[in-house]
Every structure is written in C-alpha cells, then in structure tokens.
T-cell receptor
Framework: NAGVTQTPKFQVLKTGQSMTLQCAQD?????MSWYRQDPGMGLRLIHY???????DQGEVPNGYNVSRSTTEDFPLRLLSAAPSQTSVYFC????????????FGDGTRLSIL | QQQVKQSPQSLIVQKGGISIINCAYE??????FPWYQQFPGKGPALLIA?????SEKKEGRFTISFNKSAKQFSLHIMDSQPGDSATYFC??????????????FGKGTKLSVKP
C-alpha cells in the first residue's frame, strides 16, 4: 500500500520555468490538498480538492494551479516559477474533508534560482 | 485570518524529562485539534488529536490538554526519548463555511531530546 506518493523528490528550476509536481494516492480518498512548508512558517494550504472535478483555493494560492481529473491524482502546477516559491511542498489526502487523519507524502523539495 | 499560534519555536529537553508545547487559537470555528510529528525528510504524521468537548487525552507518553475557555491546548511528552526528536505541529480544523475540513497549522516546534 503506497499511500501518498509525490514526485519528484527534488527539483531545481530557473526563474520563469514551469513545472508540475505530481501527487497520487491509492486509498480512494476524496479529499486532497497541497501545502508548502517554509522555515518558521509551518504548513500553509495552497489548494485543495474535495473530489474529482472540484478544486478550491487555500491560504496561499497565487502562482499555482491545480486540477483533479481523477480521484487518485492531484498535480500542482507552477506556471512561471519565482524564487519566492522555493519551498518544500507536501501533498496530503483523507477519506473526506472532515475525516482525519490527513496522510502526507514525503514532499518535493523545490529550489528556484 | 484564522490563526493558530505555537510556542516555543525550539525546545531542548534531557532524556527522561517532560516536553511541553503550547498552542493557542483565535477563532472558535474549529472542531478538532490534531498534533502532527515530522522527522527530517519525511511528511508530517498524525500523533494524537482531541475534540473540544474533552479536556485531556492520553496515548502512551503523549498527552493533549485542552482549555476551551482560554482557547489553548498543549502537548506533553512524558519521559522524553532521543527518538522523539522531531518537529511538532499543532493544528485546528475549520468547521463550517467553504473551508470546512481544512486544517490551520501552527508554525512548528523543533524538539531535541539530549541523551
């Protein structure tokens, strides 16, 4: 049982480049979310989805896009990377929005030069 | 802006001692208060959680104390061990509204337990 799988684990980008962070879960969870973790800032919600075809913005959505075409996958897109988006990104899922716990992936460490 | 304030930022405890991490919230629209534990290079994992109708919950060496009137809750780690060295996050789950079910996290406490 893989749980929540994030790829890649590490990535270095140049300013202005685009990329997609992948997230997949095999637990048939309806709720999926993306967080960014910065030193001294904790975890901040970027976007979330309560089911296939439904997405919404979290606390810090600017510069990021998401889509949810299937229950299993929830990719996060950076359209034009900026140094301020250097961070560790975590994807999480739970059975429903109000169900706990949220299961987290091991993160993608992204550096933007 | 709904907030969860966590303190201290870092904590050093001797093996066998008690680790105490505190959190306070500013909005009553929360219905569930989990604590997550994170080891370096890994994602956070649920450690223990409490609902606001309970004042204390204990699981092994880990205890949450909850004070609803003061809007405060804390994590106590008894007989702290070097293996407990990690970053701990408190969180609060939003109830009601469009953000229902989303978690608001504290900024984290890095715990180091010295042998």
């Amino acid at each position: 049982n893989a749980g929540v799988t994030q790829t890649p684990k590490f990535q270095v980008l140049k300013t202005g480049q685009s990329m997609t962070l992948q997230c997949a879960q095999d637990m048939n969870h309806e709720y999926m979310s993306w967080y960014r973790q910065d030193p001294g800032m904790g975890l901040r919600l970027i976007h979330y989805s309560v089911g296939a075809g439904i997405t919404d913005q979290g606390e810090v959505p600017n510069g990021y896009n998401v889509s949810r075409s299937t229950t299993e996958d929830f990719p996060l897109r950076l359209l034009s990377a900026a140094p301020s988006q250097t961070s560790v990104y975590f994807c999480a899922s739970s059975y429903r929005a109000r169900h706990q716990p949220q299961h987290f992936g091991d993160g993608t460490r992204l550096s933007i030069l | 802006q709904q907030q969860v304030k966590q303190s201290p930022q870092s904590l050093i405890v001797q093996k066998g001692g008690i680790s105490i991490i505190n959190c306070a919230y500013e909005n009553t629209a929360f219905d569930y208060f989990p604590w997550y534990q994170q080891f370096p290079g890994k994602g956070p994992a649920l450690l223990i959680a409490i609902r606001p109708d309970v004042s204390e919950k204990k699981e092994g060496r880990f205890t949450i104390s909850f004070n609803k009137s003061a809007k405060q809750f804390s994590l106590h780690i008894m007989d702290s061990q070097p293996g407990d060295s990690a970053t701990y996050f408190c969180a609060a789950r939003i109830v009601g509204g469009g953000s229902q079910g989303n978690l608001i996290f504290g900024k984290g406490t890095k715990l180091s337990v010295k042998p």
